[in-house]
């Protein structure tokens, strides 16, 4: 069998080629307007893109969730939205995208967005998608369909996090906890706060993750707020959770100049905010950065 990269490689380049909603949205991706923020060791990119209106203005609440058809359950996609198989997940080109080359990677069956059940899948997909970064929103973190489990994957060295886990993990990382096969590690001074478990093996992993998801977990039928991201290289996973507090930032819902369409997903809490409304792009500053990410995460 192919190289499960190269068949959503192949796969993306036949979306784009016949799939016109997907071709003029990747399309608009070439043309969006950024700017950035300056933070002293790091960056906060701000991005206009429009597209992106369909997901930071999802309602998601349970009666909008109840009345809809659910959009990633096969029988109810766009005729041209094709598929690869992944297991129990299908890997399917997400038409309105962040990243260069964007996925969403929906479970088989309807069944509610939740981590603790698959966070073995979430590593073993990025496992398998090792070209590119695998990423989950929690059902109120950011997904727009938090009825029906799914990850993300995009471009790899595309989210500001990871490439600053790297290049300042000697200055701004607290080690936590080791052994032989797992180390943990916590962000300082990034204006929220990341964890990041660096591991061998997928039980080590799992294990450090179920123990940071119940230091946060204060309802044991409420899955604690968090966003999570996932890469594998060189033989080693590496997990970033970023816990929240927060849904959205007050600036969601005011009203007139005061209104900033932000709802931070992975993407937001990864150093790129997504502004689908140019005023509000041209508005936003590196006060409103930070007041946001005060508001949904944890210091």
Request: net charge negative; hydrophobic share 35%; aromatic share 14%.
């Amino acid at each position: 069998m192919k190289n499960i990269n190269n068949q959503i490689k192949s796969l993306f380049t036949e979306q784009v080629s016949n799939w016109e909603l997907a071709r003029t949205n990747f399309e608009g991706l070439k043309t969006v307007r950024t700017k950035s923020f300056s933070f002293d060791d790091f960056e906060v990119k701000v991005q206009f893109n429009p597209a992106r209106i369909v997901s930071s203005g999802a309602k998601v609440d349970a009666k909008t969730i109840a009345e809809r058809k659910c959009f990633l359950c096969a029988a109810n996609r766009p005729a041209e939205q094709k598929s690869v198989e992944f297991g129990d997940y299908e890997i399917l080109v997400n038409p309105f995208p962040i990243f260069p080359e964007h996925f969403t990677v929906p479970r088989r069956e309807h069944v509610p967005q939740r981590i603790k059940p698959y966070f073995t899948d979430m590593l073993r997909l990025a496992q398998a998608l090792d070209d590119y970064l695998v990423f989950y929103n929690g059902p109120q973190c950011g997904a727009s369909a938090p009825d029906h489990m799914h990850f993300q994957a995009g471009t790899k060295d595309f989210l500001p996090l990871v490439n600053d886990y790297k290049r300042l993990k000697d200055t701004h990382t607290q080690l936590l906890v080791e052994s032989e096969t797992f180390q943990l590690f916590s962000f300082n001074d990034y204006l929220r706060t990341v964890y990041c478990i660096e591991s061998t093996d997928i039980e080590s992993a799992e294990d450090s993750f179920e123990k940071l998801y119940a230091h946060y977990s204060t309802d044991e039928n409420e899955e604690p707020m968090m966003n999570i991201v996932c890469t594998f290289e060189t033989d080693k996973w590496y997990t970033f959770v970023l816990p929240r507090k927060a849904f959205r930032p007050w600036q969601y819902t005011a009203e007139g100049d005061q209104q900033l369409l932000v709802s931070p997903a992975t993407v937001e809490m990864c150093g790129i905010f997504i502004t689908p409304v140019e005023s509000h792009f041209e508005r936003i500053a590196k006060e409103d950065v930070e007041s946001i990410l005060e508001q949904v995460s944890f210091e």
